[in-house]
């Protein structure tokens, strides 16, 4: 093994830096950290670019496309009327899906689900349930009869690394834009929604709720997710480092720094009370960035 | 202020550990652990030649199944599948045997609050009498944080419900090591104060987290102890209990 490392220190100079990348991947990102930068210019503890757009689904109740990077999440929210549970009787409900079709990687491949979906799709619906962001009375309608029920789902289009940040970034953002459709009993007693076209008419039946209303969202919360390696921490990953550096600590905090959710699924490294320390510090700034990137993306869509 | 809680313990008293060593005769390794009420068995199948598809062929390969209590797999087990997973591919070594697959199945047989620290628990112990070569063990406990702030270790499941927010962490096992500081990292802290998996599940106070891992680190010291005597009887079918 000793051989091969001189060898490679000698081929190094003569081999094209796309095949060091692909031949020894770990130790041309170990280079790259030496100067305390990354492949991509990036220094250590910064994340990518992070654009939000809302209202991307015209067709959804609440929607919004988030992109870090090249990861790109869809997140749309379509809202239904159902009966509320006997136990919860003036509380709606809310679905969240996480799906990984086959154009978002090379790795998923159509048929066979991707492994990484379910345990995403499971860690985003217990962060939102649990962070309290949504105050499920407000989806009641009538009491005991009748409540919303919401299916967030959420599609990757492009998986580049760090995807729960992407993905709660992108449901968050949607349940911003969500509005809630007028709805109104009709003859029969059953909930019916108010479509466009019955607006300008007078309706023969009072609406339950007289104008399209937004949700009132309590602490949002926001992750962001790092990779520990010896002892450097990288922030925002890209799928190319979470592969070759396979241990991942994500950490989600709520817009007053409490802790919603720290994420440490085992891994080669062991994450010291230093390291966690410094990923904590790292996610409230990212938390301050994110908290302005939807600040404006939700300025933007009033304007307009 | 003390928590009364329901059976009796301190805030920082374990329920009662029994472990018992190769209960299934057919497997290659297999070991139940019960905590309290909750109880998990675990068996090791392998190394068997071959990896699948997407695994690197240069290193072994750990395949974890979780087959719950009742009902059909949903995306929880797919989640404690993919977490055990990274968690026992930190301690083994899997550079020994190359392009093998050694598989762990895990059957919940009562779930009373604490069940992925009891089922790491358990696949450890079923692992140790396979014989796989492994670094070191992985010692697993849960706490939990109530609305008031005190941390209670070792909830139940009805103490999981009502508390704000519990915590499942797994540490290395305490090393014994003939050099004096053998133990210690550049940096002055020991290994086993790193932790090797954690999750959380609710809010807290980023400081109510830190408090529940130094709390953690010690019951995982008591427990690694406990879990060291255990698995050194040579006769494997003896069950030990431990207070």
Redesign the interface.
Known sequence: MVDSANSTSDLSSEMEVDAFRRLFPLRFHERHLLESVRPDARPLGKARDTSLALGAVGSADGSALAKIGCTTMLAAIKMEVMTPANETPDEGCIAIEFHMPAICSPIVRPGRPAEAAPVVSKQLSDTILSSGMIDLKELSLVSGKAAWMAYLDIYCLDADGALFDAALLAAAAAFSHLQIPVVSLNDEGRIVVVSKENEGEKLKNKPVNEEKRKLKLRSIPFALTCIIHKNYILADPTAEEESIMETLITIVLDSSCQLVSLYKPGGPALAYESIIQDCIALSRQRLRELQTILNEAMCDMEVD | MEVDRADGRTANQRRPVVCTRGVLHRAHGSASWAQGETKVIAAVYGPKAGTKK?ENPEKACIEVIWKPKTGQS???E??YE?????????ICLLNVHPNTTTSIVIQVVNDDGGLLPCAINAACSALVDAGIPLKHLAVAICCSVAESGHIVLDPSKLEEQNMKAF?YL?F?NSITSVLPDGSK?P?G?A?E??????????????D???SC?KLGRAAAAELSDFVRNSLKLKAGNDPSKAG
């Open positions: 997407n949903g995306k929880q797919r989640e993919m977490v055990l997973k990274k968690t026992l591919q930190s915590i797994v290395p990292r940096g802290e290994m104060h790193g932790i090797v998996t954690s999750l959380t599940h609710g809010v807290m106070a980023v109510e987290y830190f891992v």
